[in-house]
């Protein structure tokens, strides 16, 4: 199926590892150029080149998005490179874990900002440039805990749950924009860091067919998937 991306630019963040990385993969699969950026210089001068071998531009930044100024930094990057912004995939990865009484108020200030606030800068200022060009493709990845809240990742609960109700309420505001607005909320994949852990005797994703996932929802024939979760975690969830 041809997804309508070919030509297309995407921002993906903290994509030089894990999810990220099969994200962006998967986009550039697709034909889109992309702008990636992550803290670590190394794995991200890695991702860069396997994506130009695939063959499509690839701009590759060193950035921290925890920075309030690092998603304007980014938007900017991308137009000034390439003169537009189509898709934004907004990722950061999660807070450390903790059951809800026994954290403090600065871990979850600084859980807010990294996986909450991350995200509002960045699509807030993607959309500047999505809505007058009549279309584009928002996805942020956050986490299965967003349906079903997860007993030690208190942290991650309370902001991620907080980004999917600014995302489905933003999502409405961009209807008949031509502008989408999802998120994606991924179960336990066989990334670098779980295969350091040890991965589980269980089913586990592929990020690779995680990455497919995104690209489907940032494509063109995806343009009436506005304000929904899509839970990939092969059914672990319980939730309705």
Known sequence: MDLGINGRVALVTASSKGLGRAS?????????????????EEALEQTASFIRE????VLAIAED??????PRRLVDAAIER?????????????????????VDDDA??????????????LIRLGVKHMVPAGW???????????VQPIDNLALSNAARTGLWAWVK?????????????????????????IKSLGAPEREIGDPVDFGKVIAFMCSAP??????????IDGGETLAL
């Open 24 to 40: 962006a993969i998967a986009l550039a699969q697709e034909g889109a150029s992309l702008v990636i950026c992550a803290r670590g």
């Open 54 to 57: 695939i063959g499509v531009d």
């Open 65 to 70: 998005v925890t920075d309030a100024a690092a």
């Open 82 to 102: 390439f003169g537009r912004l189509d898709i934004i995939v907004a990722n950061n990865g999660g807070p450390p874990p903790g059951r809800a009484l026994e």
């Open 108 to 121: 979850l200030y600084r859980a807010i900002e990294a996986n909450f606030m991350t995200s509002v800068r």
């Open 136 to 146: 584009g493709r928002i996805c942020a990845i956050t986490s299965y805990s967003v």
């Open 169 to 193: 309420t933003a999502a409405l505001d961009l209807m008949g924009t031509g502008v989408t607005l999802n998120i994606a909320c991924p179960g336990m994949h066989l990334t670098d860091r």
């Open 222 to 231: 995806a343009g009436y998937v506005n304000g929904a979760a899509f839970v």
